[in-house]
């Protein structure tokens, strides 16, 4: 299998080695070529350096992004927030850094053909690796020209590198006898207790709202009202629609291009087309589908490619107007700006102030948005991004400084924050009162489910149970609470979700743990993996913090 992988990466391979020459040689040439001057004025930018990589520059930006997003689908993750992928963000560039810095070597070909075997992505229905998931994957990648040519490869070599580094800074894994005992011993511990629980959502206690408490509040709390740092902006837009009329006829050999490259989705249009029909019609869709030929689609192959080319014209166009605005060195408010737009045939679409937070909630393009935050000075426009129907330019237009507004203006806001701080702090309150009524009617010899009705809650009962058999409605946090609790003791309110839940533990069992227990030696193996991983990440973490720009330490 691994020969296979090896003479298949020397067959079609080829274009991505050549290409990684190319980015090789790319990259030098923006780097000698990186200063104010080469296709655009700098004096207004700042770079945000990150172990040698620029995080304000989209060209470096995107490049990573295309990066993090392939490494992710290779290995069968999946990115939940923008939290975890800048953590995957940051953490690659990071680890990445570590490896030139420790000389880790990019791999072999028989080891990259291994490295390969072992990714989730072309696993089949056993689990194991599936060389058919793997040449539908290559096909896929070498047929969409869209894909940056080695980047397959280039993330492979670096996810190679990336994991020796991990294992290395990981360790293997040290903890004391006693813990593995402790665990093994928490988990097959028989537990009994009883639980009272308080309703937060029918606590309804009396608050003062009046306008002297609200004032009071929002003066203590004015940061949380803060409206950040906003763009003003406008952008230029590039209707693909536009350039329809001006694009040349597509000869046949670019059509026919154009459905080998799109073939998977012609034919599975056309055969859902057909499929409807026949439903329509009344028709049995019994039998083997007859394969799906150009002429049988070269409609919407004709359709689909003049979309795209006049995508790309779009761009193009929006692209020399970027272009334009800087080798003329145009002014943003004047005569010279206002008769390129003319001649263009275009206009400027205002954009509602916004910040950085809020660029992920605006219909335009994100990057787009976020561009505006790197201009400033002479460098006004953006790039070309791409939007729904064609590209945009975004002119830059200036900053709204961050402001508290009036408490007159967030008087709806601060009210609503202000009763709910209230209500969870009346309910502590009650729930350190309601303790104390606990302990002492206990005391007095009252069972714990006598003192907590008479105090209007609800109890329940939990018999003999170990935390790997855990009955049916009993919270989780009130099981983590009894493991550190002593028979006999009353818990300080809990608040989970939304309940007050007070823990009375009445019997508590410890087993006593061979060591050749097998749970024994599963608990030496789980801590070991959890030190291990805990190391790494606070590794990672560090190196992360280390390569941030000093202006970013400081937040």
């Known amino acids: 299998m691994i020969s296979w992988i090896q003479n298949h990466l020397i067959r079609h391979g080829r274009w991505i080695f050549l290409s990684l020459l190319a980015l090789i040689i790319v990259a030098f040439v923006f780097t000698i070529g990186a200063t104010p ?300 700006f206002n008769t390129l737009l003319n001649q263009s045939g275009l206009s400027l679409t205002k954009i509602e102030p916004y910040t950085l937070q809020g660029v992920r909630r605006r219909a335009l393009s994100p990057e787009m948005l976020e561009s505006a935050f790197a201009l400033g000075g002479n460098r006004y426009y953006s790039d070309a991004f791409k939007l729904d129907a064609g590209f945009g330019v975004l002119i830059y237009e200036g900053r709204i400084a961050p402001e508290i507004p009036e408490f007159e203006a967030v008087e709806l806001e601060v009210t609503a924050n202000y009763k709910a701080e209230e209500k969870r702090r009346l309910f502590r309150e009650e729930g350190e009162r309601f303790q104390a009524e606990l302990k002492n009617k206990v005391a007095e010899g009252r069972s714990f489910a006598e003192a907590a009705e008479a105090l209007g809650l609800s109890v329940n009962s939990f018999e003999s149970f170990t935390p790997q058999d855990i009955p049916d409605g009993l919270n989780h946090n009130a099981l983590q609470r009894a493991q550190n609790m002593q028979v006999g003791e009353i818990s300080p309110m809990l608040t989970p979700r939304q309940a007050g839940i007070f823990v009375h533990l009445t019997a508590k069992e410890v087993p006593v743990i061979a060591d050749e227990d097998p749970e024994l030696a599963q608990a030496r193996n789980f801590l070991s993996r959890f030190a291990a991983f805990t190391t790494g990440s606070a590794f990672s973490d560090e190196l992360i913090f280390r390569g941030l720009p000093k202006d970013r330490k400081a937040d």
């Open 37 to 336: 001057g080469c296709t655009t004025d700098r004096s207004g930018y700042q770079a945000s350096l990150f172990y040698g990589i620029d995080m304000n520059s989209p060209r470096e930006r995107e490049a990573l992004i295309r990066k993090v997003e392939l490494s992710a689908f290779l290995d069968g993750q999946q990115i939940r927030s923008d939290q975890e992928f800048q953590g995957l963000l940051s953490g690659r560039v990071a680890a990445l850094h570590l490896a030139d810095e420790l000389s880790v070597p990019t791999p072999n070909q028989r080891t990259l053909a291994g490295f390969i075997q072992s990714k989730n992505a072309f696993q089949g229905p056993d689990g194991e690796f599936s060389l058919d998931e793997y040449t539908r994957f290559v096909d896929q990648i070498e047929s969409n020209p869209r894909t940056p040519q080695g980047l397959v490869l280039q993330v492979l070599m670096e996810d190679f590198r990336i994991e020796q580094v991990s294992a290395a800074i990981t360790g293997p894994g040290y903890l004391l006898p006693s813990e593995a005992l402790t665990q093994a011993q928490r988990n097959r511990t028989l537990y009994s207790l009883d639980t009272a629980e308080l309703s937060f959502s029918a606590f309804s206690p009396e608050i003062d709202t009046s306008e002297a408490a609200l004032k009071q509040y929002y003066e203590a709390n004015q940061m949380q009202y803060e409206i950040p740092e906003r763009i003003r902006a406008s952008y230029v837009f590039f209707d693909k629609a536009a350039f329809q009329d001006e694009l040349p006829t597509a000869s046949e050999s670019e059509l026919r291009e154009h459905f080998v490259a799109h073939r998977a989705r012609f034919v599975d249009a056309h055969n859902a087309a057909r499929e409807a029909s026949k439903t329509d019609n009344g028709e049995s869709e019994d039998g083997e589908k007859p394969s799906v030929t150009f002429e049988d689609v070269r409609e919407a192959v004709a359709e689909s490619y003049r979309a795209e080319q006049a995508l790309h014209a779009a761009n193009v166009a929006a692209q020399n107007f970027a272009f334009t605005l800087y080798r003329d060195e145009i002014p943003r408010n004047s005569a010279a």
